[in-house]
């Protein structure tokens, strides 16, 4: 008797929606950063030391998980054929702004990071805190403005005036405010955002499947998310709740679960295509439920082997700098 197999699968277009997590990658960014460098403002040391923190968070890391690219496309340079095409070398480990392939697919939004690292560096720099808003605020209107008369191409000096410094600053405007919000308000701004965000999933969905770029993913995904980071802030300071061991391991490890995630997804589907190739929905809730655990358990494992010891490294390297400057200011 032959079987009859379910033809019912999951949807995959519908995990393509699952690219707002970039804006609100973008947001939490804005509002780290801006937490993060309370009272530090109004000088260049701060500055460098602000600077040089940013850095070593983000790139050595992040070189590690290119250097593996680059030589599995010197060993099989057909990798990323048919994908992106040719990789851009220089801008991949860089992460300047590049018309052409990344070597990781997700460092396109680290080309944001590290122009919003060096923007911030330079208000600590040169701005009183308390102008700090002042200054968002016109670099916004100069966005603003800009993409409603000139239209703006992916590139080095374009890049400070794309849409997506909004959520960047929407996540500053957070920083700042967030601490001043009652528990009502945040519930408000709490279900006006995942109004927002689920009204633009279902809005602005393409047919491909992807959530459109310019200002509906502006204030849809970034705007809605920036009300829910506002809630959870306001939420936080009322009741400060006792966060699980569990989530926190899964917050320490995010930037190492961002890097690796995609890597530890094509692993588990090229397993399950070649040991299980069966359209049973059970078989695609199980792929999916696999490919889930082993991006967070690589981000874990990531982030413990290989970031951990790179930031020690850093924080030793810096503060034998530090050192070394200070012996070389002592009078002889």
Not at 168 to 175: K, T
Not at 194 to 213: N, Y
Not at 288 to 300: K, N, P, R, T
Request: a positive charge; proline letters at 5%.
């Amino acid at each position: 008797m032959k079987r009859n197999i379910c033809r019912v699968s999951i949807d995959p277009e519908i995990f393509r929606l699952g690219e707002i997590g970039v804006d609100l990658f973008f947001v939490i960014s804005g509002f780290i950063i801006t937490t993060s460098t309370r009272g530090q403002f109004g000088g260049l040391g701060e500055s460098i030391s602000f600077l040089w923190r940013r850095i070593t968070r983000i790139y050595p890391i992040y070189w590690v998980y290119c250097s593996v690219l680059l030589l599995a496309y010197g060993i099989y340079p057909g990798i990323f054929s048919g994908i992106r095409g040719k990789p851009d070398i220089i801008s991949s480990f860089l992460l300047l702004p590049s018309n052409g392939a990344l070597l990781l697919l997700v460092a396109w939004t680290l080309t944001f990071e590290v122009q919003f690292y060096i923007l911030f560096a330079v208000a600590v720099a040169i701005l009183p805190e308390r102008r700090l808003l002042t200054a968002a605020s016109v670099w916004s209107l100069i966005i603003i403005s800009r993409s409603l008369f000139i239209p703006t191409s992916f590139g080095l000096y374009n890049l400070p005036f794309d849409l997506f410094n909004l959520e960047f600053i929407a996540g500053c405007l957070v920083g700042r405010l967030g601490g001043h919000v009652t528990r009502r308000t945040g519930l408000v701004s709490f279900v006006l955002g995942a109004a927002i965000i689920v009204g633009s999933c279902a809005l602005f969905r393409q047919s491909d499947g992807t959530l459109q770029g310019g200002w509906p993913r502006i204030m849809g995904a970034g705007g809605g998310f920036a009300l829910v980071l506002l809630a959870a802030v306001a939420w936080e300071s009322s009741l400060r709740p006792i966060v699980p061991r569990t989530l926190v391991a899964v917050g320490d490890s995010s930037y190492s679960l961002y890097l690796s995630h995609l890597l530890a997804c094509a692993l588990v589907g090229l397993a399950w295509k070649l040991v299980l190739p069966r359209p049973e929905l059970s078989f695609h809730v199980l792929a999916l439920i696999s490919a889930f655990v082993a991006a967070l358990f690589a981000g874990w494992l990531s982030f413990r082997l290989l970031e951990l010891p790179l930031l020690k490294f850093s924080k030793l390297l810096a503060q034998s700098l530090s050192s070394y400057g200070r012996l070389l200011g002592r009078p002889g």
